[in-house]
């Protein structure tokens, strides 16, 4: 059943972020759509492998890592020959739309904050993430590290409802740490760690060694490939 109440509340937050949201989506898009971005050989390799995925040549290899022979994960070419194909391998087209899929992500961290912590807590840090000349920096780029940054908003998500007993982030909770880890692989080892350390600070309420392991089969499936 579908929670009115809910959704008009979500719209009306909307609204009140309507500022913060126009603002930062011009100060990204300015940039994009008048081509200042860097577009150099690791673009262009990943654009071509991105282009490759679209014409059916699937790959379970990502962009290298600064060690020979070793391999980031392909999540990060799959995501870019989604958005290829929306936008006809336009780049600019691409590169708007992971700067959208920001966007969601944090609407969706900012509700998480609102529930548990309050609205002005969720105000300073949509704001933060808003206007923050780093975020905007990292939402302009196309570039595999700067989408660690969405992978931690995601797992950051699960690591909040999960510290008030929800269950079922322990799966989100896991992807969003496997997704890290494609993403960055130096970056991702850390906040493996960090949030290893957070669990057992926190003791979640109601937590049982089933929902662990559901974290770490959903963490596993992501380092198959």
Known sequence: MINIYSMLQRAKDIVLLLPLILFGLYIRLV???????????????????AYSITQGKLTLIGPTTGLAGVYHGPLWYYILAFFSFLGRGDTKFVLSLVAFLFLIVELF????IKKYYGLFSGIVFFGFVSLSPLFVGLNSQLWSPSM????MMVAT???IEIAHGK?????????????????????????LVSVSLALIIINPPKAKLSDYFKGFFAFFITLIP
């Open 31 to 49: 940039g994009i759509l008048y081509g200042n971005f860097g577009f150099t050989f690791d673009q262009g390799r990943d654009m071509l492998e």
């Open 109 to 112: 961290l900012f509700w998480t």
């Open 148 to 151: 660690t940054i969405l992978s």
């Open 157 to 159: 998500i699960a690591l």
């Open 167 to 191: 269950k079922l982030y322990w799966v989100l909770l896991g992807l969003g740490l496997g997704a890290n880890i494609q993403f960055e692989a130096a970056g991702g080892m850390f906040l």
